[in-house]
């Protein structure tokens, strides 16, 4: 199993331009997410699904958009990017445990953009 | 206030010493509890859920304290593969929104 897979690796764009994160899984798992990493904040998260046609809204969710249309893949779509999309992003999948809470995020290996 | 908070760091141990972090958390509906580990310029992997009643696995034992809203996290015998940040993870009942604290980052010295 590839686990999760994250592309590209590193991006550079300019404000204003747009791009779209890829990201999937061969886990079959439910759930997947989408996070950002900033220096001295933490992971937070942007957009989650809990299965194929259905997404919600993180803590962070503006400027992204993102669409589940299959189980394995959920790609993270900047609209108009800014400076302040500078960030790491790190893509996960889980499954849900027997009590229905989520179990082990397993991590794509991240994206690094640099938006000037 | 941080929805979870963590003590930044960094610790810098000796190998073989014994070192504890706390994590607070502020939703006292908070259900699971997590800690994951992350090196430098890597993505974050589960070192270990935190259960109820306490859980150990090797030299790496797990604290949930729900009254005072707080879980922890003790190493033992501190290795130098041990040296990364350690993330705080909280989700709530039923949910799929996870809170990562902004992690503690621990050096272990030679």
């Known amino acids: 199993n590839a686990g999760v897979t994250q592309t590209p690796k590193f991006q550079v764009l300019k404000t204003g331009q747009s791009m779209t994160l890829q990201c999937a899984q061969d886990m079959n798992h439910e759930y997947m997410s989408w996070y950002r990493q900033d220096p001295g904040m933490g992971l937070r998260l942007i957009h989650y699904s809990v299965g194929a046609g259905i997404t919600d809204q993180g803590e962070v969710p503006n400027g992204y958009n993102v669409s589940r249309s299959t189980t394995e893949d959920f790609p993270l779509r900047l609209l108009s990017a800014a400076p302040s999309q500078t960030s790491v992003y790190f893509c996960?999948?889980?499954?849900?445990?027997?009590?229905?809470?989520?179990?082990?995020?397993?991590f794509g290996p991240g994206t690094r953009l640099l938006v000037l | 206030r941080k929805e979870v908070e963590q003590d930044p760091g960094p610790f810098n141990v000796p190998e073989g010493a014994t070192v504890a972090f706390n994590c607070t958390y502020s939703?006292?509906?908070?259900?699971?509890f997590f800690w994951y580990r992350q090196d430098c310029r890597k993505e974050p992997k589960l070192l270990m859920s935190?259960?109820?009643s306490g859980n150990e696995d090797g030299r790496f034992t797990a604290q949930l304290n729900r009254a005072s809203q707080y879980i922890s996290l003790l190493i033992r015998d501190s290795k130098l593969s041990d040296s990364a940040t350690y993330l705080c993870?909280?989700?709530?009942?039923?949910?799929?929104?996870?809170?990562f604290g902004a992690g503690t980052r621990l050096f272990v010295k030679a």
């Open positions: 935190v259960y109820s």
């Open positions: 993870v909280v989700s709530n009942t039923g949910g799929f929104k996870t809170i």
């Open positions: 939703n006292s509906a908070s259900q699971s």
């Open positions: 996960a999948s889980s499954y849900s445990d027997d009590g229905g809470d989520l179990g082990t995020q397993y």
